[in-house]
């Protein structure tokens, strides 16, 4: 294994404490519960917003902390749910009078801890909702869900969550516009390498020089079958076809179209891959209306991208419109 | 090969193409001269900026493109020079009044394509100066330079040549200020893994499985000697080492800290040796007063980074601090 690492175990602290050295403004590390957190956090003037998942899929989610997006991010260790005792930890550190919403993908660990979390917050006499995100088509249940797995298109929920929150939104619209995002966003991905895991050392699952594997999960996970590389055109079709017929994407329709490196892929070739869908899309009568190209969820240092659609209306495209900044930026 | 490529030998305009589609208002291909630009450029108010070297570098220099930065960017091939003519094209389109300026990296061939160029515009007339940059201190000549290389570092020269021209500067003030951070940035990198062209289909380079190559190019040439993988500290060590020594950065320095990934490793990775990096730079007395981690010069697929350093003033703080806005965003 050949990785910028110290210490496997130390891996994501000594990563948080990275992303908040080179942000001291805006963001803080808290290590007794590990977790990212705004400096202005909480502002009751807002609901708070708070997304927990495994590590190894940066930048989510501790890298879309910030005004706008999150509040905090709480991740596990790569791979694996926050604890539950630190996710509640995070809610009480956030919250805020108008509440606190928790944002979840849709993996039954993950699920777990949140929903004990919430729990014990609610005991505790805070004011919590929790928002599970499941857009991923290509497979119903897998290793580790039950129903739809939460993949890139995670990052609409945040931005539109965000933004209604720093507009004053209450919990309750909050949520409506959370769940109304995740209704109209549609995700799939496949892999052309397997990922290392630090801990591992070694790929996490064997594919072949010539294979690819269609429908991957962020974690490595099985996706719809094995197939052989093929031009780019053609993956980016394979793709696209699962995700505009599920929905449905329509003729007519405006949708945000994002291709999401899956961690160790170039940017050149994930705009060679917008491209394409960009003008399949315009074939079928589907107007690109906002663009997303590059690294939003990741697996680690996989070679691969997922082609997500969001089905735009006026309100959607004016929260994911609105100003934000993150603790991962190119200026 | 395992890559999102349809013909290898249309993978930079079909890149090129893709990049201007998910841009539509502000960038604009021009497929005749395989060229990007700004659809308001040339702007008679503003010194024109041009950045032309190979491709598989990206964001550098395409995605660079944008208000504060770039007014056009002249690709060549995948780690190919542009054509001559296509630099004096290009030049001839974003001509401005207040002339242009042309930046280079320091490679022999980028530097006979852009000194012909140059030529040929003077005797049309225009306006133009070219700038050369040199901030890889690794080697001092090599496989295809006479001189110090051009790496990750011309980022900030961009960066505060676009602010300057943004805010009027003249074209000798620009040329000014684009040697005066040069002169202050100072790069190095090292490699964990090979880079596959498209077009070659195979690995440029071998590297053993506990092999890296320290002080390497941007091209994959070679850069300062073999080792075998260490601990991520020692990594930012043995890169940070050099280029504070070269300058030499000393106690009480104000600097930007770049930790640039160089196509292959996952972000998380580069926030761990920011972190490191950062710490040590502070136990040397040095402030880290602007931080930017992430992929801003690459080598394909490579995976490794490299450490740039800027000795700051006001004036360069300024100017790396002012708004920008380019074609490769998060939002």
Redesign the interface.
């Known amino acids: ?6 210490d496997p175990q130390r ?1 994501v602290p ?6 908040a ?3 001291p403004d805006t963001l803080r590390y808290v290590p007794e519960y590990n977790l990212i957190m705004r400096t202005d956090a909480p502002r009751d003037d807002k609901v708070s917003i708070v997304q927990g998942s495994g ?2 899929h ?2 989510a989610h501790v ?1 879309a902390v910030g005004k706008g997006m999150l509040d905090a991010a709480c991740p596990g260790d790569v791979f694996a749910a926050p604890p539950m005792d630190y996710v509640y930890e995070t809610t009480k550190l956030v919250n805020s009078s108008k509440g606190v919403l928790l944002l979840v993908n849709n993996y039954t660990g993950d699920r777990m801890a949140f929903d004990m979390a919430q729990e014990m917050s609610l005991a505790d006499g805070v004011t919590v909702k929790t928002l599970f995100i499941d857009d991923d088509v290509a497979v119903q249940d897998s290793t580790w869900t039950v129903g739809r797995r939460g993949v890139a298109g995670n990052f609409f929920v945040i ?1 539109a969550v965000g933004a209604a929150s720093e507009a004053g939104a209450d919990l309750d619209e909050v949520v409506r516009i959370g769940e109304k995002v995740n209704s109209v966003t549609r995700t799939m991905g496949l892999a ?2 397997a990922c290392t895991p630090p801990a591992k050392g070694s790929p996490l699952f064997e594919l072949g ?2 294979e ?1 594997e269609i429908g991957v999960g962020i974690h490595g996970e099985p996706g719809r079958r094995r197939a052989k ?1 093929m ?3 053609e ?2 079709d394979t793709l696209l076809e699962p995700v505009v017929n599920d929905l449905p994407f329509e003729s007519g329709d405006r949708v945000a179209l994002m291709i999401n490196g899956l ?14 869908a ?2 399949q899309l315009a074939e079928r009568g589907i107007t ?1 209306a906002r ?6 969820c ?1 697996s ?2 996989m ?1 691969g ?1 997922s082609v997500t659609l969001v089905r735009l209306d006026d309100e959607i495209e004016g929260l ?1 419109a609105a ?2 900044e ?1 603790g ?4």
Chains 1, 2 share one sequence.
């Open positions: 294994m050949k990785k910028i690492v110290n891996f000594e990563m948080l404490e990275g992303l050295l080179a942000n590590s190894g940066e930048p890298m931005k052309l390498t020089d010539d690819i590389i031009p780019g055109n993956l980016v961690g160790g892929t170039p940017i050149s070739e994930l705009y060679l891959a917008y491209g394409h960009h003008k690109v663009s997303y190209v590059g690294e939003y990741t680690l240092d070679a991208f994911l100003p934000a993150i991962m930026r190119i200026f």
